[in-house]
């Protein structure tokens, strides 16, 4: 899954974190319920996105390449390609990644009840 150079975009120390991730939404309509978008996103080398507090979605975060450590309310969770983890509504994030010299890839699906 590559990205999209006309649609992606890069931000800054997201949440207050280090470094650069680059983001893409990967639905070109709007998505049925639950779902209220997917995100391919990838972190720099070393970078760390702050924590921040799912205050309206849902979300699970799947690692595509690359390693981090991903914080749940505090609870870290390793990550390689292939792993998941989920962050029920209201939860706190934060990701950093494991390798000074690769970037993490992961995607982002979010949901919100009805």
């Not at 890069?10 to 209220?36: I, K, N």
């Not at 921040?52 to 969770?77: P, T, W």
Request: charged share 20%; proline share 5%; net charge negative.
């Amino acid at each position: 899954m590559d990205f999209d150079p006309g649609r992606a975009e890069w931000r800054e120390a997201l949440f207050g974190g280090v470094g650069s991730v680059r983001v893409q939404a990967l639905e070109a309509q709007a998505l049925p319920a639950p779902f209220t978008t997917a995100l391919l996103c990838e972190l720099s080398p070393g970078g760390r996105v702050g924590a921040h507090v799912q205050e309206a979605d849902s979300e699970i975060v799947v690692a595509l390449a690359g390693e981090a450590i991903v914080y749940v309310d505090g609870r870290a969770h390793a990550l390689v390609a292939g792993s998941v983890v989920g962050l029920p509504l209201g939860s706190k994030l934060e990701i950093d990644n494991a390798s000074s010299d690769a970037p993490f890839r992961y995607l982002i699906v979010k949901a919100r009840r009805s």
